[in-house]
Structure formats: C-alpha cells, structure tokens
C-alpha cells in the first residue's frame, strides 16, 4: 500500500532575512515543525533568493551530503578545501562534508539576485574525507524526459554522493507523461514542482509544491500545464 505525504508551497517555513529570502520544506534554522523533520535521509530542502551582492559567510559542516542547484544567476563558492567556484544556472554542486570542511557562498553580481535549491542528504559512510564535484548539465536532456542529475555512482550521470540515492530533473510540456521505476527497494521519492502543475499518482501538485511517495514501485507523471520538477529518490530508512 502506497503512503503519501503533500507539502503545499504555503505551508512551508520562510525566513525573509531582507539579503535571504528563504522558503524551507523542512525544520530548519529557527523554523520547526515535528512533522517537518525530513523524508527518509532528506533532511533539507531550501529553497533560496539570495540579494545582488550578499551571501552566506564561512560556515562549517560534516557527515552531510549538501547539494547545490541554481536556478537563476550565480553562486560563487569557496571552501577550506580550496576550492574556488562559480556555479550557474544549469549547473549543480555536490559537497561531500564528511569528516569536516568550511565554505561561504555569495551572489557575486551586483545588480541581480540569485535563486536556488540546497538539499542536504544524509550519507551511508561517516566521516569520509570531503569532496567537492560540479557539473554542467544540458537542459536539452530534460525536455519532455527525466534527466539523471545524481547518483551514487561516480561514472553514471550527473553528480554523485555516500547515499542510495538519484535524483531527476524534468521540463514537460503539458499533457506530456513519463513513469518513473524507483531504482532501489526501500526507497521513496521526494518530487518538488519547480512551476506549472503536475500530476504524480493521482495528486494534483502546483507551483513549489512538495510531495513524498513510498511503498511504491513506480508511478505516473501527468504534466496538467507546461511544468518544471525534481524528483529525489532516497533511502526512507539509512
């Protein structure tokens, strides 16, 4: 028997920090909800409008796997591994934090704002040395299809990280339809309406809409409207 859960895009926490206007889907910062820990190893999923010019100082993490995906404009990154990075739209960033590592992230142009989603995945390995990978994708492979975007595995598509995971971008034209086969046993998947609207197993879903699915093999994907999505397939017990 399938379990669902809906997140509609108005229950989400949100923080207008005036440089940070930030939406989460789940806790975060000073934003708690019991029901809204995670889903399965998600534990964030922050949906972020960073002002022309600012950013995010130097902040440590560990024993996280901490994935960046431009929307629009750039994202310049730093960390203590040495790593200096611009990432753009089209573009996605995996940070590996393991047994520790620093970064700061800021919107490097002075006259537009910078949209993005960081996710955070727990990883099946502890305190593994950190890493850093970046990718540019080719949004060609997403028209009417499931991009591959992450996986764990470093010679398959997209990017890859310590989990069971893989996650899909899509950019459907309207009635366009696909079924997506989860990958693992035991997995569910975490599907985020980026816009448009559009119909997983039956749910009708909107614009930053979240919606978990588990317990389940695969399922049915309806775009009601153009519409774009992520689909994150993760491990519900890790």
């Not at 939406?23 to 190893?41: I, K, M, T």
């Not at 950190?130 to 028209?143: A, G, H, M, V, W």
Request: charged content about 20%; aromatic content about 10%.
């Amino acid at each position: 028997m399938k379990n669902t859960v809906l997140h509609k895009a108005d229950t989400r926490g949100h923080a207008d920090h005036g440089w940070l206007n930030a939406y989460h889907s789940f806790s975060f910062a000073s934003w708690y909800n019991p029901e809204r820990v995670q889903f399965g190893a998600l534990r964030v999923l922050n949906d972020d409008t960073v002002a022309a010019g600012m950013g995010f100082g130097t902040h440590p993490h560990d024993n996280m796997e901490i994935i960046t995906i431009p929307l629009e404009g750039d994202l310049a990154h730093k960390d203590s591994m040495g790593n200096t990075e611009t990432i753009k739209s089209g573009d996605v960033q995996v940070m590996s934090a393991g047994t520790g590592v620093k970064h700061s992230e800021f919107n490097p142009n002075a006259d537009h704002r910078t949209k993005l989603l960081q996710i955070w995945v727990y990883p099946n390995k502890q305190n593994v040395d950190p890493r850093y990978q970046q990718i540019t994708l080719n949004p060609e492979d997403r028209k009417n299809k499931l991009q591959q975007i992450l996986s764990p595995n470093a010679e398959d598509n997209g990017v890859w990280i310590h989990q069971d995971a893989w996650f899909h971008l899509g950019k459907f034209d309207q009635d366009v339809t696909a079924t997506y086969n989860l990958k693992k046993e035991g997995n569910g998947v975490y599907a985020f309406i980026l816009s448009g609207k559009l119909n997983i197993a039956g749910q009708e879903l909107e614009t930053r809409d979240g919606f978990g699915i588990w317990n389940i093999n695969s399922f049915d994907i309806k775009a009601s409207t153009d519409a774009e999505f992520l689909l994150m397939e993760i491990p519900m017990e890790y």
